[in-house]
Structures are given as structure tokens and as C-alpha cells.
């Protein structure tokens, strides 16, 4: 029921999957002497890029406790999209940098100084943009900010993901995975866990304060300026004392140099030959449209139970007994997927999230009846963390499914780019059906004032009319409800037209999903 971003299938790993097959490949075993400090260093660099991820998730939860649409909130919903369509600007990042000063420090020193100065940017402005006490929050400027923002982080994490491939020695690039999960969970839960506990005064007061205050511990100006000085100081340490491997190091033999370093106009040429191939088209087809079955739960459900009253930052803590799980499920799943049929696992996950996505609908539906009193029932947050729990179980299953699915079928051949494309596709595939369920909740919703019966407060004149007559706009009939189930009822029958589809797919050989790279064309004349 908590919309969470970081959550979804991370792009851009396909390149250290690569690796980790070759390494595979050649039995070499890990060993750490000599990359201790290289893992800490990368580790603490993804702990940095999921602080932006982890604040643009809780920047939703401030606008709806100060009266932000679901329209603006659609609108909002823009700034999660960079990490879904990174794959557009991953090869210049890839091909053009300054030797002299690293191939990854080229794009991470000047990038993360610009996470810091939009930090610092943002925490003079965000209180005023944000609204609140009467005056309107500036959504457009919101989304723009908060996009670069997202746009930053996404170059940060394609010049990371590179950089682990040279600065860990072969043997040990098995643990740029492990960083990369663990350190962006870790900066995930500090940018939105534990930023939206700590704003908020009513937890603040109640377990951390001896002498209850009117605001929280801390403000997102304040949040946001912490982490801007921490961006700079981390990058000037970086810039200054950690040396790039030069990419024809030790590190790096001849075969990898050749699979890997294609140039720009290489690089997207690989990009449309993938996209010409009929079951690239098909299975493209079915990871856009696979997650619109979704929406209505993923995206609405937990603003919904802050309109009804459940405190956001509880909300968030929900959070914290899951996170055990998330980390154990890919390896559980993965048991399960380690064969020639991945998706079957993925077909039967399909049912059981359909059926979860329903109970939490009903039990938003339920929610003002069930804390009418105004106090939260303990019982009441064990039923949401048991449902959340249950639904994270499928949705990972789901998840790995497909992560194995594309390992698979990628070509190797061309490196990481066609995991890339694959993992950009599932994540687009998860944004934009939340992006149009969020904007059609106030479309599909109508509403009447209690002291105008001709007063439907369709636009925010009518409300502030309503208002004025001392009335309120009460909801008639709440669109959400009629999105849930338009999803439930379109997942059904997605999954009865396209189970076949899939199940084609997974039977094609490996030859059908090849493509040739420019090298071996070069290779073949």
C-alpha cells in the first residue's frame, strides 16, 4: 500500500550482471584484501543516491496533509520518471569524459555538486513552494525541482554502476550488487523513513520528547541542507583522494574492453536493432501494460489512508517490519526462478497480487469506520503490515521472475545495454498507470456542498465558495473505489489474453532474442 519508488526494478544493472558472469565463468573466488576500503567508498555512494529517491517519495505525503489534488499529485508523480528512462543518456554518459580525470569521476564529482547546490537551492524555497495555512503548494515548480533532482541521481547511479566495475577487482564485482541494494535501501529509509518521522511533531512529542514543541525534531529546509553540505564535502573527498583505475587497468582484460566500450552512435544503433525484434515488441508490450492491473493500489491507496485520518509518518514506519523481508524475498524467489522457466513463477504471482491489491482496497474503503474515534487501533496497523507484507511477497516474486527472465534472454553480445533497455521498460511500465490513475481520482470523483446543494466544488473557486457559506464539500462518490475496480477487472482479463503470450515467449530459443553487435560486424567483414 506505501508507494515506493526505490522499490521498483532498479535499470541500469545490467552491466554488473555481466561481470558477474564473467567472473563466474573463470571460478575466480572473492577476495577482499586490497577492496575493503573500495567497498565502503562505494557502498557509502549509493547510500548518497538514495537520499533524493527517498525525499521525492515523501514529498506526496506533505502535499496531501496540505490540501494538494490528486491532480497536482498526478503532476508530481512526473519526478519519479528519470530512473525509468535513464537508458536515454546512459551511453553519452558512457562515451565522453576526460581521461586524465576518470572516466566515472567525469560525470559523478560534477553531478553530485549539483545534487548539493539543488539541495541547498531547494532548502531557502521548498517551505513556500510547498504551501500550507491557506496558500497553495507550487506543483509545477515542485515537479521540475524534484525531476532534475531525480535526473541527477539517475546520472549518479549510471556513473556509479560503471565505476564499481573498475574499482572492485574482477573477482569481487559480485559485492557492487550487494552495495547497491544495501546501501540504497539504507539511503532510501534515511530520505523518507525516518525524514517524515522526524518532521512530524506528533511522533516527535510522543517517543522523543520529554516537553512537548509545535514542530517536529526537524523541517525539510533543514533535512535538505544537511544533505546538500554532505553531497559537496563526500564529493570534494572523493574528487581529491580516490583515484580512478584507468579502464585498460589490471582489471580490465581485452574481452571485456570489447564487449563493453562502444561508442555513442554504437551504443544506440544496439538500442533500435533490440526494439526492430518482434519478441522485444511483444514482451515490451506486456511490461507496459502489465502493471495498470496495479495502479489504483500502488499509486492512490496509502494517500487515501492519510485523507482518512492514518498520521503519515506511522504510515511511513509501516515500513521498517517489511524491510527484513525485502532483503530475504529475491533470495528465496530466486530458488525458484533459477531454471528455464522463470515466468511461470511470474504467471502464478499474478492471481495472488490481484487478490492483495483488492483487500487493500477494502481495507482504505474501510479505514474511516475503523478509526472513527480518531485513535489508530494497534490491531489496526498489524492488518496493514500483514496485508503489505503479504503483497510485497508476490510483488518480489513477480520481480525476480522477470529480472531472471532478462537475464535469460539478453544478448551478451552487447554487454549490459539490453538488461538496461529490458529493466527501463518494466519501470516505465510501473510509472505512467500510476501517473494516470493519480490524475483521473479527481476527474472521476463528485462531490456536493452540505450548504449548496448546486455546489458540485468541481474547481477550487467552488470550494473556497463552499467555505465561505460555512459548508464543506463532501464526497458523493469517491473515484478511487471505480479505478479499483476497473483495474481488478482489467487484470483478469490481461492475464487470460496475455498468459498465452508469454508463455510463447519463454519457449522461443536464445537465437531469437540475438542481436549482432557493431564489434562482431566489424568482425565478420
Not at 192 to 210: G, H, P, Q, T
Not at 248 to 268: P, V
Not at 353 to 375: D, F, K, W
Request: charged share 20%; glycine share 6%.
Amino acid at each position: 500500500m506505501s508507494k515506493r519508488r526505490r522499490g521498483q526494478p532498479n535499470d541500469g544493472r545490467g552491466e554488473l550482471v555481466e561481470s558477474m558472469a564473467d567472473a563466474e565463468d573463470k571460478h575466480e573466488k572473492p577476495d577482499l584484501r586490497g577492496d575493503r576500503r573500495n567497498i565502503a567508498i562505494l557502498l557509502f555512494l549509493y547510500v548518497l543516491q538514495g537520499i533524493p529517491i527517498g525525499l521525492i517519495a515523501a514529498v506526496p505525503m506533505l502535499l496531501q496533509n496540505r490540501g494538494a489534488s490528486y491532480k497536482q499529485q498526478a503532476e508530481f508523480s512526473f519526478a519519479y520518471w528519470p530512473f525509468s528512462i535513464k537508458l536515454l543518456w546512459a551511453p553519452i554518459v558512457d562515451s565522453l569524459y576526460v581521461r586524465r580525470f576518470g572516466r566515472r569521476k567525469s560525470w559523478l564529482v560534477p553531478v553530485q555538486y549539483l545534487l548539493g547546490g539543488f539541495m541547498l537551492l531547494l532548502s531557502a524555497h521548498v517551505d513556500r513552494w510547498l504551501g500550507g495555512d491557506g496558500v497553495d503548494p507550487n506543483v509545477p515548480l515542485l515537479t521540475l525541482l524534484f525531476f532534475v533532482l531525480n535526473f541527477l541521481a539517475a546520472t549518479q547511479d549510471i556513473a556509479v554502476d560503471g565505476w564499481a566495475l573498475t574499482m572492485l577487482k574482477r573477482c569481487n564485482v559480485g559485492y557492487a550488487s550487494t552495495c547497491n541494494s544495501v546501501g540504497q535501501t539504507a539511503g532510501y529509509f534515511l530520505g523518507y523513513v525516518v525524514f517524515i518521522a522526524l518532521e512530524s511533531k506528533d511522533f516527535c512529542n510522543s517517543y522523543l520528547r520529554d516537553v512537548p514543541a509545535d514542530a517536529g525534531m526537524i523541517t525539510l529546509p533543514r533535512f535538505l541542507w544537511f544533505w546538500g553540505i554532505t553531497f559537496i564535502v563526500a564529493t570534494t573527498l572523493v574528487a581529491l583522494f580516490k583515484k580512478e583505475n584507468d579502464i585498460t587497468d589490471a582489471h580490465t582484460d581485452a574481452r571485456y574492453k570489447e564487449e563493453h566500450e562502444l561508442n555513442i552512435q554504437e551504443s544506440y544503433k544496439v538500442l533500435w536493432d533490440m526494439v526492430r525484434k518482434r519478441p522485444v515488441q511483444i514482451l515490451a508490450a506486456i511490461l507496459l501494460t502489465v502493471k495498470v492491473t496495479f495502479a489504483a493500489s500502488d499509486g492512490v491507496t496509502s494517500l487515501k489512508l492519510i485523507d482518512a485520518g492514518v498520521p503519515k509518518e506511522k504510515l511511513a514506519l509501516l515500513a521498517i517490519p517489511v524491510i527484513p523481508l525485502q532483503l530475504i524475498l529475491p533470495i528465496i524467489v530466486g530458488k525458484y526462478t533459477n531454471g528455464p522457466r522463470p515466468m511461470d513463477l511470474y504467471l502464478r504471482a499474478i492471481p495472488w497480487r490481484i487478490a492483495l491489491a483488492t483487500v487493500a482496497t477494502l481495507i482504505a474503503y474501510a479505514t474511516p469506520y475503523l478509526i472513527s474515534g480518531g485513535e489508530v487501533p494497534v490491531y489496526y496497523y498489524v492488518l496493514l503490515v500483514v496485508s503489505y507484507g503479504c503483497y510485497q511477497v508476490f510483488l518480489y516474486s513477480m520481480f525476480v521472475a522477470a529480472m531472471a527472465f532478462f537475464a535469460k534472454i539478453s544478448d551478451p553480445a552487447v554487454g549490459g545495454t539490453y538488461m538496461t533497455f529490458l529493466n527501463t521498460l518494466c519501470n516505465l511500465g510501473g510509472n505512467w498507470p500510476n501517473t494516470v490513475v493519480l490524475w483521473l481520482v479527481d476527474v472521476l470523483t463528485w462531490k456536493k456542498c452540505t450548504t449548496q446543494p448546486d455546489n458540485t466544488c468541481l474547481s477550487k473557486e467552488d470550494q473556497q465558495e463552499c467555505t465561505k457559506s460555512t459548508g464543506k464539500c463532501e464526497i458523493v462518490f469517491d473515484g478511487y473505489y471505480l479505478e479499483a475496480i476497473v483495474c481488478v477487472v482489467y487484470g483478469i482479463i490481461w492475464l487470460l489474453v496475455v498468459r498465452k503470450w508469454i508463455r510463447h515467449l519463454q519457449n522461443l530459443p536464445t537465437r531469437a532474442w540475438m542481436v549482432v553487435s557493431p564489434t562482431a560486424k566489424n568482425k565478420l567483414r
